[in-house]
Protein backbone atom coordinates (compact mmCIF):
# COMPACT_ATOMS: atom_id res chain seq x y z
CA UNK A 1 0.00 0.00 0.00
CA UNK A 2 1.39 3.09 -1.17
CA UNK A 3 2.68 5.67 1.70
CA UNK A 4 0.34 8.75 -0.25
CA UNK A 5 -2.76 6.82 0.93
CA UNK A 6 -1.79 6.32 4.62
CA UNK A 7 -0.09 9.99 5.64
CA UNK A 8 -3.52 11.51 5.48
CA UNK A 9 -5.53 9.05 7.80
CA UNK A 10 -2.09 9.28 9.93
CA UNK A 11 -1.88 13.29 10.10
CA UNK A 12 -6.14 13.42 9.98
CA UNK A 13 -6.19 10.97 12.84
CA UNK A 14 -3.23 12.92 14.59
CA UNK A 15 -5.49 16.53 14.29
CA UNK A 16 -8.72 14.92 15.32
CA UNK A 17 -7.41 12.87 18.63
CA UNK A 18 -4.98 16.01 19.69
CA UNK A 19 -8.06 18.62 19.46
CA UNK A 20 -10.65 16.29 20.83
CA UNK A 21 -8.74 14.65 23.65
CA UNK A 22 -6.42 18.14 24.25
CA UNK A 23 -3.00 15.75 24.45
CA UNK A 24 -0.40 14.69 21.63
CA UNK A 25 -0.98 11.57 19.38
CA UNK A 26 1.99 9.10 18.42
CA UNK A 27 2.09 6.29 16.40
CA UNK A 28 2.83 3.17 17.94
CA UNK A 29 3.73 0.08 16.32
CA UNK A 30 2.68 -0.90 12.22
CA UNK A 31 1.81 -4.24 10.80
CA UNK A 32 0.54 -5.86 7.92
CA UNK A 33 -2.65 -8.23 8.45
CA UNK A 34 -2.65 -11.07 6.31
CA UNK A 35 -5.56 -12.66 8.05
CA UNK A 36 -9.16 -11.40 9.27
CA UNK A 37 -9.46 -8.51 11.27
CA UNK A 38 -10.17 -9.52 14.69
CA UNK A 39 -12.27 -6.44 16.42
CA UNK A 40 -10.66 -5.51 19.98
CA UNK A 41 -13.56 -3.32 21.21
CA UNK A 42 -15.96 -0.67 19.65
CA UNK A 43 -15.49 -0.19 16.28
CA UNK A 44 -16.51 1.73 13.49
CA UNK A 45 -16.38 0.94 9.57
CA UNK A 46 -16.06 3.62 7.04
CA UNK A 47 -16.19 1.89 3.32
CA UNK A 48 -14.45 4.16 0.21
CA UNK A 49 -15.86 3.56 -3.80
CA UNK A 50 -14.33 5.69 -6.67
CA UNK A 51 -10.58 6.31 -7.40
CA UNK A 52 -9.80 4.50 -4.24
CA UNK A 53 -11.74 1.77 -2.98
CA UNK A 54 -11.64 -0.05 0.28
CA UNK A 55 -12.16 0.75 3.92
CA UNK A 56 -11.15 2.05 7.20
CA UNK A 57 -11.61 0.60 10.65
CA UNK A 58 -11.34 2.50 13.47
CA UNK A 59 -11.55 -0.05 16.84
CA UNK A 60 -10.92 1.04 20.23
CA UNK A 61 -11.22 -1.55 23.54
CA UNK A 62 -14.00 -0.42 25.84
CA UNK A 63 -11.95 1.23 27.89
CA UNK A 64 -10.80 3.98 25.88
CA UNK A 65 -13.97 3.93 24.26
CA UNK A 66 -15.37 5.46 27.05
CA UNK A 67 -12.78 7.49 28.22
CA UNK A 68 -12.66 8.89 24.45
CA UNK A 69 -16.39 9.89 24.65
CA UNK A 70 -16.10 11.33 28.10
CA UNK A 71 -13.66 13.51 26.27
CA UNK A 72 -15.24 14.27 23.50
CA UNK A 73 -18.56 14.84 25.40
CA UNK A 74 -16.84 18.06 27.25
CA UNK A 75 -14.90 16.22 30.32
CA UNK A 76 -18.34 14.02 31.48
CA UNK A 77 -18.16 10.16 31.60
CA UNK A 78 -20.75 8.76 29.12
CA UNK A 79 -23.68 7.60 30.15
CA UNK A 80 -24.92 5.10 27.69
CA UNK A 81 -23.06 2.39 26.00
CA UNK A 82 -25.06 3.92 23.15
CA UNK A 83 -22.89 7.33 23.13
CA UNK A 84 -19.83 5.58 23.73
CA UNK A 85 -21.12 3.88 19.87
CA UNK A 86 -21.67 6.89 18.56
CA UNK A 87 -18.35 8.70 19.49
CA UNK A 88 -16.13 6.17 18.13
CA UNK A 89 -18.52 6.72 14.58
CA UNK A 90 -18.20 10.28 14.84
CA UNK A 91 -14.17 10.00 15.45
CA UNK A 92 -14.13 8.19 12.44
CA UNK A 93 -16.16 10.20 10.48
CA UNK A 94 -14.00 13.38 11.20
CA UNK A 95 -11.01 11.21 10.84
CA UNK A 96 -11.92 10.25 7.30
CA UNK A 97 -13.54 13.42 6.68
CA UNK A 98 -10.01 15.10 6.90
CA UNK A 99 -8.16 12.44 5.21
CA UNK A 100 -10.23 12.42 2.33
CA UNK A 101 -9.94 16.45 1.81
CA UNK A 102 -5.99 15.83 1.42
CA UNK A 103 -6.78 13.15 -1.13
CA UNK A 104 -9.28 15.07 -2.83
CA UNK A 105 -6.25 17.59 -2.73
CA UNK A 106 -4.36 15.46 -4.86
CA UNK A 107 -6.42 14.64 -7.58
CA UNK A 108 -8.87 12.31 -6.28
CA UNK A 109 -12.63 11.28 -6.48
CA UNK A 110 -14.02 9.20 -4.60
CA UNK A 111 -17.32 8.53 -2.19
CA UNK A 112 -17.13 8.17 1.17
CA UNK A 113 -20.17 5.92 2.37
CA UNK A 114 -20.93 6.93 6.34
CA UNK A 115 -19.48 5.09 9.39
CA UNK A 116 -21.11 2.22 10.50
CA UNK A 117 -20.55 0.03 13.63
CA UNK A 118 -18.91 -2.76 13.14
CA UNK A 119 -19.43 -5.47 15.53
CA UNK A 120 -18.55 -9.10 14.12
CA UNK A 121 -15.43 -10.69 16.16
CA UNK A 122 -13.78 -10.71 12.75
CA UNK A 123 -13.90 -8.28 10.00
CA UNK A 124 -13.06 -8.45 6.13
CA UNK A 125 -9.54 -10.04 5.19
CA UNK A 126 -7.19 -8.63 2.89
CA UNK A 127 -6.79 -9.60 -0.48
CA UNK A 128 -3.98 -9.68 -3.14
CA UNK A 129 -4.32 -6.41 -4.64
CA UNK A 130 -5.71 -4.72 -1.44
CA UNK A 131 -3.22 -4.83 1.32
CA UNK A 132 -4.08 -3.81 5.08
CA UNK A 133 -1.95 -1.95 7.26
CA UNK A 134 -2.78 -1.68 11.02
CA UNK A 135 -1.99 1.87 12.75
CA UNK A 136 -1.70 1.94 16.72
CA UNK A 137 -2.05 5.45 17.68
CA UNK A 138 -1.17 6.08 21.38
CA UNK A 139 -2.71 8.70 23.53
CA UNK A 140 -3.37 9.55 26.67
CA UNK A 141 -6.59 7.91 27.20
CA UNK A 142 -5.40 4.92 25.46
CA UNK A 143 -4.60 3.35 21.93
CA UNK A 144 -6.66 3.39 18.66
CA UNK A 145 -6.53 0.75 15.95
CA UNK A 146 -6.76 1.65 12.12
CA UNK A 147 -7.01 -0.81 9.99
CA UNK A 148 -6.72 0.64 6.18
CA UNK A 149 -7.13 -1.44 3.59
CA UNK A 150 -7.38 0.70 0.25
CA UNK A 151 -6.23 0.32 -2.99
CA UNK A 152 -6.31 2.29 -6.58
CA UNK A 153 -8.76 1.44 -8.54
CA UNK A 154 -7.63 3.47 -11.80
CA UNK A 155 -4.34 3.77 -13.15
CA UNK A 156 -2.10 7.22 -11.62
CA UNK A 157 -1.15 9.57 -14.58
CA UNK A 158 2.43 8.53 -13.89
CA UNK A 159 1.67 5.17 -14.11
CA UNK A 160 -0.60 5.56 -17.60
CA UNK A 161 2.70 7.35 -19.32
CA UNK A 162 5.17 5.22 -18.11
CA UNK A 163 3.33 2.28 -19.20
CA UNK A 164 2.66 3.84 -23.02
CA UNK A 165 6.36 4.56 -23.17
CA UNK A 166 7.33 0.44 -22.77
Same mark, same amino acid.
Given at each position: ?????????????? =??? $??? &??????????????? =????? %?????? $????????????? &?????????????????????? #???? #????? &???????? *??? *? &?????? @???? @????? @???? @? %????????? *???????? =????????? =??????????????? *???
Amino acid at each position: MKMELIQPFINAAD =AVL $AQG &LQSPMSIGNLSMEQE =AYRRK %GVAALV $AITGDIEGRIVFD &LDPETAVRVAGHFAGGELPESD #ELVR #ETVCE &LANQVTGN *AVT *A &LNDQGF @HFRV @HPPVL @HTSD @H %GPTSSEDTE *ALVICCET =ASGSLFMNI =ALRYNVELPGERAAA *AGE
